[in-house]
């Protein structure tokens, strides 16, 4: 178990971690390792790397390896709720509030960017992961909430963005009205990171941490694994909530957040037939191709407790969770319950990712920070990695290779962020 306490306040910066992500002197020194050069290393075997290896694999003489700790998806990303959405953590009023009608509008379409590469993927690699294209509603929890969507429903037909306005509530439980928007998808997330796995052709070797991240010399860059000494000349870090366990200089960064879920066993009937997101998305749920019901969320309840790298499920949230189901959606609470887990996600202080060139933060007071050329990152998919994923690794490839400008994502505008309080993720 670890523990980083940082700038003083307990209860937000107590990281609890039951895997270890530093390696001994008596685990390292005298084992035989592997050497093993390669072009580019990806940190990090979920959505994210997965969407890297895919887009690196289009460009040709490239040898290509992922370093996954755990197995592809064990992290969030097969761990999530398979919804593909163009949103963003807020509503697109609250978004156009935080960041500007500009900045906002780019936003949505860089995740309509991500609906399009998806069906591309499908139309070339076929239809492995229940690719669903039903489309989500936002629901109204209250008359305020539906004000919320109407404006936001306004601003986004404004601003070009096919979306649909309802005053009633199309699924009859309870809920004030609605937004429709017709582009999302559901999807098996644990089979999409797989298929695209599969069709980049990227090896995988599951099971290694990497623990140490050097310069080389020529300008190339040492990763040190559990099994190997691997020197290439770029590195992508995907590693979401994870960062900050790798490198200190994501503690104040990047919070670590669980999400909790439970799945039903198969429903007779089919109740809903879209992706649903309710109460500005604290809750969401859907009914799966098996007819199972999916339900997520009741984070909001329990904030604090839901903060940190603990990878279980708890009574106060999966409570909840058997409540919402209950009055509202009955038959489904009915069902004995087959599955209930938790994933960790990760915020930024804005809410939005970080795109980077790592600067490396030392542990010891008085040393001074230092950028290791060659190792890029995109991490904080503020619990909305799907939507970003082929978009986001899209353009950190493009940063890496191209040198591209990483734009609204650039990690500048967190670096004097100190006084900066967190958006409502964690308030
Ligand atoms: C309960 C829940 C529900 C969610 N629902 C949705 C949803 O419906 N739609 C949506 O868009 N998003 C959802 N999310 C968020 C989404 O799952 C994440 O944003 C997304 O999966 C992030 O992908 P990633 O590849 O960046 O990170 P991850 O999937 O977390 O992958 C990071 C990987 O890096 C590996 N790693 C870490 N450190 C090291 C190291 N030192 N060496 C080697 N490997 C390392 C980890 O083992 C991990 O596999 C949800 C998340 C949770 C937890």
């Known amino acids: 178990m670890w523990n980083i306490i940082n700038g003083g306040s307990k209860a937000r910066f107590q990281l609890w971690v039951f895997i270890s992500m530093t390696v001994s002197y008596w685990q390292d020194a005298h084992k035989r390792k592997l050497v093993e050069e390669a072009d580019v290393a990806i940190i990090g075997g979920g959505i994210m790397g997965a969407a890297c290896a895919y887009w690196l694999s289009k460009r040709t003489g490239l040898k290509v390896v992922v370093i996954e700790a755990q197995k592809r998806g064990s992290g969030a990303s097969a761990r999530n709720g398979g919804f593909v959405l163009r949103g963003l953590f807020a509503y697109y009023h609250q978004a156009v509030a935080a960041y500007g009608r500009e900045t906002a509008c780019r936003l949505l379409h860089f995740n309509d960017d991500t609906h399009r590469y998806l069906a591309d993927f499908v139309s070339a690699h076929g239809n492995s992961f229940f690719y669903e294209p039903c489309g989500s509603y936002l629901l109204a929890c209250s008359p305020e909430e539906l004000q919320a969507l109407e404006e936001s429903a306004q601003l986004m037909r404004d601003d070009g963005f096919e979306v649909e306005y309802l005053n009633t509530d199309p699924l009859k439980r309870n809920y004030h009205g609605a937004l429709f928007n017709k582009t999302d998808v559901g999807v098996h997330s644990g089979l999409l990171v797989d298929s695209l796995f599969q069709a980049s052709g990227v090896p995988v070797y599951e099971g290694e941490s990497v623990w140490r991240i050097d310069r080389a010399q020529g300008g190339k860059v040492k990763l040190y694994t559990t099994e190997r000494e691997l020197t290439c000349g770029r590195v992508l870090m995907v590693t979401n909530a994870y960062s900050p366990l790798l490198e200190p200089w994501f503690v104040d960064k990047v919070q670590a ?140 490839v493009e940063v890496a290779m191209d040198g591209a400008d990483a734009g609204i994502f650039g990690s500048e505008r967190l670096l004097n962020s100190a006084g900066v309080s967190w958006m409502h993720a964690l308030v």
């Open 257 to 396: 957040v669980r999400g909790q879920i439970v799945v039903t066993k198969p429903l007779k009937k089919r109740i809903i037939d879209k992706l649903c997101y309710a109460n500005y998305g604290w809750e969401y749920f859907r009914q799966l191709p098996d007819m199972r019901f999916l339900l997520g969320g009741c984070r909001e309840l329990f904030r604090a407790e839901e903060v940190g790298y603990a990878d279980m499920v708890t009574q106060p949230v999966q409570t909840a969770l058997h409540n919402y189901l209950q009055d509202r959606f009955p038959e489904a609470a009915a069902m004995p319950v087959d599955y209930r887990w938790s994933g960790i996600m990760a915020f930024t202080k804005d809410e939005l990712p970080i795109i980077g060139e790592l600067i490396q933060q030392p542990v010891v007071v008085g040393q001074q920070p230092e950028s290791v050329p060659g190792v890029f990152y995109a991490v904080g998919c503020n619990g909305h990695g799907m939507g970003y994923s082929f978009a986001l690794s899209k353009l950190l």
